[in-house]
């Protein structure tokens, strides 16, 4: 059962930590100070680890910021990306509106990602941090899936790892039933849940 309080207290966090005041640098919504080549090439890598022959490519990030990761994939693979993106901050969404994605508006939604109706399904590719997810909130997992042509991202940060006493985003409870690859990199930590 989705515990709304749950998701109004990190919407309230999210705010303050990204949107305290008025900015212009496009690192801050998604928690960066800098551009983050480095974490964003990891992305790639992963994406690029897949047998890829299609032509067209949907890609859907829950919690995405201002779109400053699918802008990253979008500008630096060979693949041709349609970027997709849900984020509960109205600023980080008018962000990727506005600046990054002005040709994908409409892909760009801002509702808490648990009420998203993933009406452009199958998408390829999601991306999901389970850091942002109830951890008894399994059913979630399973919907996305449902809506996932090739493959569920999940992604966590080191530091995040390390708070929880974690060695990989695997350990997530959240993540326990399911059978994924891990990919382990210095600062970030892939599961991948293939669909079958
Ligand atoms: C660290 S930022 C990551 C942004 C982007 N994915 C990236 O990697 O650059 C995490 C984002 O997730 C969003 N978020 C967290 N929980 C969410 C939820 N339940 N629904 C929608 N957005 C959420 C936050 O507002 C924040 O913008």
Known sequence: MVNDDFYQNNRLFYKSKYWRCEHQNL?????????????YDYFLEVLHSFDT???HYKILDLGCGNGLLLKHLLDNSYLEIEPFGVDFLENSILQAKNLLHK????????CNFIDYDFSHFPYDFVFLDPYHLQQNEVEFITKVLKHTKTAVIFYT???????????????????????LDSFEHQEMSFAILHKK
Request: net charge positive.
């Open 27 to 39: 690192c801050y919504p998604n928690g960066f100070l800098n551009y983050p080549k480095k974490t």
């Open 53 to 55: 022959t299609n032509n």
């Open 103 to 110: 040709e994908f508006q409409s892909n760009f939604i801002c």
């Open 157 to 179: 940060y080191y530091d995040v790892l390390e708070n929880l006493k974690y060695n990989s985003v695997k350990e997530f409870p959240i993540l326990k039933p399911f059978m």
